[in-house]
Nanobody, 119 residues
Framework: VQLQASGGGLVQAGGSLRLSCVAS????????MGWYRQTPGKQRELVAT???????NYADSVKGRFTISRDDRGNTAYLQMNSLEPEDTAVYYC??????????????WGQGTQVTVSS
């Protein structure tokens, strides 16, 4: 499974960016895709996740500003980021996770895309 993320870049505070993540390979169509982010010296943290045609989960720090959406086929996720703040500056990682009848969940990560918000 490969995850290809795109859409990062440099934006001024208050601006918007849209991240995309496309998954390819063999995986369950019902899965959880989403985004985590990481800054130097800090642990990777949740941004938002969404189950295929299902529930969403957001970090408190992005609620009301970021929106995650999915396609119905279960292989693409988007993160619309509005009202960006300098604190949102990080490398954003796309993730895909799915569960099977037995064993722990299987999870994949993309290569990361840099988001920089200038003040």
């Amino acid at each position: 499974v490969q995850l290809q993320a795109s859409g990062g870049g440099l934006v001024q505070a208050g601006g918007s960016l849209r991240l995309s993540c496309v998954a390819s390979g063999n995986f369950a169509s019902i899965n959880v895709m989403g985004w985590y982010r990481q800054t130097p010296g800090k642990q990777r943290e949740l941004v938002a996740t969404k189950v295929t045609r299902g529930t969403t989960n957001y970090a408190d720090s992005v609620k009301g500003r970021f929106t995650i959406s999915r396609d119905d086929r279960g292989n693409t996720a988007y993160l619309q980021m509005n009202s960006l703040e300098p604190e949102d500056t990080a490398v954003y990682y796309c993730t895909l996770k799915y569960y099977t009848a037995a064993g722990p969940p299987t999870e994949y990560w993309g290569q990361g895309t840099q988001v920089t918000v200038s003040s």
